[in-house]
């Protein structure tokens, strides 16, 4: 007798041949369950690992493109005030974490979610009102911290995240909130433009995690996809559609 047969097991009666059922198919289920998980932990498919950053290659540095006239400053951007000949308030100044700068006389500044235009009126009002009489304010944006890298997959807040420094695959996997519960944390690619061309190669997060092999850097622009059964079908395809060249001829994700 197997475990589909509907008979009831050995010992038990006849009026709980249902009861007996269930157990089965409950017992099946967990069997079943077992074997996916199994299969689901294993690495697989075409990438190669690498178990360094230094053998997948830094990205391409990324062109400076000219910011939208309606651009808003961001936490972490550095901006270059100016007022007209005053220079003790003329310099360089990085917005902080909770979106202020902090300036002479006048002391912390909202900035965050303003244009330069907005700001430069705010910050004529304010040392217009009590230091200085009819000043001249211009801003601009020295470096701007909207550079990002895209998770997707199967972890459990996917989306693209503020790269501000240096950040590795383990610290970027964290800002997503951890893998979900159906990922194959074996089976982690990252996707990445070196010499004009996209590339890609994939990491065992769980022998990174175990310290056997190096934790890779991640930089701005990377797109990172944590295998799972819950990657959808259409992103199979788009990202085995990927250009992938010099590592490999071709993948299946």
Known sequence: MSIFDDAPLAG?????????????????A????????????TRGGNLPYHPSEE??????????????????????????????????????????LTGN???????????????????????????????LQSPDVSVGVVSSSTRVV?????????????????ITLIQVIARAKGTADDANPRRVAIFR???????????????IRRGKVEDPRVYSGDIVVVDGSSVRAAQRELLTALPVVGFFNSFAF
């Not at 038990?12 to 099946?28: D, E, F």
């Not at 433009?193 to 022998?207: C, K, P, S, V």
């Open 101 to 131: 700068i902090a300036m002479p006389l006048v002391g912390n500044v909202r900035a965050v979610d303003l244009t330069t235009d907005q700001l430069d009126a705010k910050l004529t009002q304010v040392l217009g009102e009590k230091y």
């Open 30 to 41: 967990s069997v079943l369950a077992t074997c996916l998980a199994g299969c689901a932990g």
């Open 12 to 28: 038990t009666p006849r009026c709980n041949a249902s009861a007996a059922g269930a157990l089965r198919r409950l017992v099946l």
């Open 193 to 207: 433009q070196i010499d004009g061309q996209r590339m890609a190669a994939a990491f065992d997060l769980t022998d």
């Open 150 to 166: 895209t998770v997707d997959g199967a972890v459990r807040d996917p989306g693209m995240y503020p790269v501000n420094g240096r």
């Open 55 to 96: 053998a997948f290659g830094e990205p391409d540095s990324q062109a400076l493109a000219a910011l939208e006239s309606n651009y808003r400053i961001s936490p972490l951007d550095k901006l270059k005030i100016n007022v007209f000949q005053v220079a003790d308030l003329s310099g360089d100044y990085e917005v902080d």
